[in-house]
């Protein structure tokens, strides 16, 4: 590495990277302790509120009151669900970001000791491959079980269980049969579906793209 002779010595410039390092790190796990705080919250919404279906269901039967009170409490759920997930979704794109301005900072590491990047199990590029090598360390994993197994597909799923039990309720509140109820709850749940996952895989894929167009220039052999 070539110094600035007017710059900051080795010694200073790894203690304001380590600095900026540890920030990251801190907000990174401030953000996933408040969403992971929301999803407990909202599923303990859902869990009440079926629970009162299962009690109201008992007393009064399916009646026009229960089917009132089931679309009641499903648009409520499905509402504070669909903000949750929205939330969860920011998160995870905010997260891309915490890894890449980490592996940014290993790299500026790599550039004042060459010799550590054997020791590395994580990135330190900022382009895809980089940011993968992060979040997989090296156990190879494929793109779709990384997006079957994160957060935000796990609170969409059930918010398209919600959607779907809501469409069929309505459908079977304006007297349609079991054929078609079962068709509209399914026509809800893909409507759902694709109003909610588009626009995050979207805005997930353009981050990437951003992120490719400025890869961090260091590959030290």
């Known amino acids: 590495m070539t110094e600035d002779p007017g710059g900051a010595g080795p010694?200073?410039?790894?203690q304001l990277l380590a600095t900026e390092h540890w920030s990251l790190l801190a907000t990174r796990s401030q953000t996933w302790s408040e969403v992971m705080g929301r999803i407990t919250a909202q599923f303990t919404f859902a869990s009440?509120?079926?629970?009162?279906?299962?009690?109201t269901l008992q007393v009064v039967g399916v009646n026009n009151s229960f089917r009132?009170?089931?679309?009641?409490?499903?648009?409520?759920?499905?509402?504070t669900g669909t903000l949750t997930a929205l939330r969860v979704r920011n998160a995870s794109q905010q997260d891309l970001m915490f890894v890449a301005g980490m592996n940014r900072l290993r790299a500026a590491y790599l550039e004042i000791d060459p010799g550590i990047k054997?020791?590395?199990?994580?990135?330190?590029?900022?382009?895809?491959?980089?940011i993968l090598r992060t979040y997989d360390m090296d156990v190879k994993r494929s793109g779709l079980s990384h997006f079957l197994a994160s957060a935000f597909v796990?609170?969409?799923?059930?918010?398209?269980?919600?959607?779907?039990?809501?469409?069929?309720?309505?459908?079977n509140t304006a007297g349609t049969g079991g054929l078609g109820t079962v068709l509209v709850g399914a026509a809800?749940?893909?409507l759902y579906a694709t109003l909610v996952f588009l626009p995050a895989h979207?805005?997930?894929?353009a981050a990437l793209t951003l992120l490719a167009s400025?890869?961090?220039d260091n590959e030290t052999d």
């Not at 010694?11 to 790894?14: C, H, K, N, Q």
């Not at 054997?118 to 980089?130: C, E, F, I």
């Open 11 to 14: 010694a200073v410039r790894a």
């Open 48 to 55: 009440a509120s079926l629970v009162v279906l299962a009690l």
């Open 68 to 79: 009132i009170l089931a679309v009641w409490l499903g648009t409520s759920v499905l509402i």
């Open 118 to 130: 054997d020791y590395l199990v994580t990135g330190w590029t900022d382009d895809p491959a980089g």
């Open 154 to 171: 796990f609170a969409g799923a059930v918010n398209i269980i919600i959607a779907a039990g809501l469409g069929a309720v309505l459908a």
């Open 188 to 190: 809800t749940a893909l």
């Open 202 to 205: 979207h805005g997930y894929r």
């Open 214 to 216: 400025h890869p961090t």
